[in-house]
């Protein structure tokens, strides 16, 4: 069974960074394109951001573009989530998700994903 952990958020002043990591037990995790979703309250689940299988292309939610960045180190199957310049719209709760490696038009749909993790929360005051 594929198990996604989330780890890093917190709560943080407008401004401040914080950096999420997502750790999975898939023996496989080279195989798969990784992505960060972020659900407010009341709000439904949102794509934040998408790194393929390699690192080398990434994509981003334009309400994040230049102040996020996703990495991954498939030597340790974790994917990352480097956040900055962050602003109270940006509370939520952060899932990690794992995803087809093939690339998908639709890679902002949740259904595209196969796995998802617990979430980790993310709180910026201001």
């Known amino acids: 069974q594929v198990q996604l952990v989330e780890s890093g958020g917190g709560l943080v002043q407008a401004g401040g960074s914080l950096r999420l990591s997502c750790a999975t037990s898939v023996r496989t995790f080279s195989s798969y394109a990784m992505s960060w979703f972020r659900q407010a309250p009341g709000k439904e689940r949102v794509f934040v951001a998408r790194i393929n299988w390699t690192g080398t292309s990434t994509y981003y939610a334009d309400s994040v573009k230049g102040r996020f960045t996703i990495s991954r180190d498939n030597a340790k199957n974790t994917v990352y989530l480097q956040m900055n310049s962050l602003k109270p719209e940006d509370t939520a709760v952060y899932y990690c998700?794992?995803?087809?490696?093939?690339?998908?038009?639709?890679?902002?749909?949740?259904?595209?994903?196969?796995?998802w993790g617990q979430g980790t929360q993310v709180t910026v005051s201001s």
């Open positions: 998700a794992a995803g087809p490696r093939q690339f998908s038009t639709n890679y902002a749909a949740t259904s595209t994903y196969d796995y």
